[in-house]
């Protein structure tokens, strides 16, 4: 199944074809992308802080009983 595309890649978002030069096929893409990195990097902080505070607790509960 060879057909004949033009070289490109795919936006990081939508999956589009887009240029090598390229990462997303508009700033919509850009900005959603972002978006869901954000919200992603807020996700994991919150679940690493709540393990290491449920572990110290543990620790300190264990500690005083």
């Known amino acids: 199944m060879s057909a004949d ?5 795919h936006c ?3 999956g589009c074809a887009v240029p090598f030069d ?7 893409c850009y900005n959603k ?3 869901r990195m954000r919200k992603e990097r807020n996700r994991d902080i919150l679940l ?3 393990a290491v505070g449920g572990a110290i607790l543990i ?3 264990g500690y005083l009983f």
């Open 59 to 61: 620790l300190v509960l």
């Open 22 to 28: 390229m990462a997303y096929c508009s700033m919509e």
């Open 5 to 9: 595309l033009p070289p490109h890649d």
């Open 48 to 50: 690493t802080v709540t």
């Open 12 to 14: 990081r978002y939508c």
């Open 33 to 35: 992308d972002h978006e």
